[in-house]
């Protein structure tokens, strides 16, 4: 794991960090975008390999940490941006460079995980925020005070919560009754107990998990954002002949890569670095259980495969 002495972050071991490098084809003197900076795991291992990187956050807290740690050690071979990926083509067009690679690692990192005040885990008692960027304005509990029985619906089976239409239904009943959930851990025993009034009595994971990454998702606009960065990526892209590798942790968020990608292979632009998507090996899950559920896809644009 990388230390903060080496410009990294100490909580946050990167997902597939050597097979990504291997397919991103991390080479010397080339650039390469990191469009998910997190605590700065990819972004070292590409300058160490003799890469220049151009990365992006949309969490300040990320980008103040990466720019105090990492870029003193880069000067010349790093850009840090804060900003939204989806807006990935023109803040790397800012930055001038040719871009020979871009890998998002998407969703949140263990730092933010672990901070109770961004209320993206219920383990520990926070308010219901989950803004992954913190100068935006809607947070988790502005949704549930706002939308109706259907909208909270459909954004907790966006999120493949299978119990959306029950929870939606005490929710918006609490909501009249003035007894809505306030803080993480409010919302996972007021979730845990539709499952249990619904029969469920034993299950795998915590019953809130997939309420918070349905929120999560709707409060940071995830699937949207993913929509355009894809978009963004393929037009730098695609003027380079680069490679375009992806780290997703949900079902929601591969299946969007995986249309994104069959569609550019389809219409010629890009070709499958490899046809299947890859999953880290037993070792690496054991030492870090939060990358079990990582897939990794990757294209080549242009004909220099
Ligand atoms: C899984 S972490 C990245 C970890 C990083 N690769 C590392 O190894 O340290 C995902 C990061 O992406 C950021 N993020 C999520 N959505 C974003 C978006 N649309 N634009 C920019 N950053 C985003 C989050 O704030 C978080 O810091």
Redesign the pocket.
């Known amino acids: 794991m990388i230390g903060p002495e080496e410009g990294g972050?100490s909580s946050?071991r990167?997902v597939m960090l050597a097979e990504s490098m291997e397919w991103l084809d991390v080479r010397p003197g080339q650039w390469y975008v990191d469009?998910?900076?997190?605590?700065?795991?990819?972004t070292r291992e590409i300058l160490a390999r003799g890469g220049s990187v151009v990365a992006?956050?949309?969490?300040k807290g990320?980008v103040l940490a990466a720019r105090e740690h990492l870029l003193p050690l880069y000067p010349d071979r790093l850009r840090i941006i804060h900003g939204?990926?989806?807006n990935v083509a023109s803040l790397v067009r800012q930055e001038g460079q040719h871009v020979s690679g871009i890998l998002f690692?998407?969703?949140?990192?263990t730092i933010?995980g672990e901070d109770p005040e961004r209320g993206l885990s219920f383990t520990e008692e926070g308010p219901l925020d989950m803004r992954?960027d913190t100068e935006q304005k809607e947070t988790a509990e502005d949704l549930l005070e706002s939308l109706s029985e259907s909208e909270l619906e459909r954004v907790l089976s966006e999120g493949d919560e299978p119990l959306a239409a029950p929870i939606a239904r005490a929710l918006v009943q609490a909501r009249r009754e003035g007894r809505l959930p306030r803080t993480t851990t409010a919302l996972a025993a007021f979730v845990s107990g539709v499952y249990y009034r619904k029969g469920f009595r034993r299950s795998r994971r915590h019953p809130a998990t997939r309420v918070f990454m349905a929120l999560r998702i709707r409060v940071?606009r995830e699937y949207e954002?993913l929509e355009e960065?894809l978009s963004g990526a393929r037009e730098l892209l695609s003027a380079t002949g680069g490679r375009l590798i992806v780290l997703s942790f949900h079902s929601g968020e591969d299946r969007i890569v995986k249309r994104c990608f069959r569609l550019w292979v389809g219409e010629g632009e890009a070709a499958f670095l490899f046809r299947r998507s890859l999953v880290p090996g037993d070792e690496e899950v054991s030492l870090n259980p939060r990358a079990r559920s990582a897939r990794m896809r990757g294209v080549v644009f242009g004909t220099s495969r």
């Not at 469009?35 to 990819?42: D, E, F, R």
């Not at 992006?56 to 969490?59: A, K, N, V, Y």
């Not at 690692?105 to 990192?109: I, R």
Request: aromatic share 4%; hydrophobic share 25%.
């Open positions: 972050s946050h990167p469009a998910n900076l997190g605590g700065g795991g990819h992006i956050d949309r969490d990320a939204n990926n989806r690692d998407l969703g949140w990192s933010q992954l940071n954002n960065s």
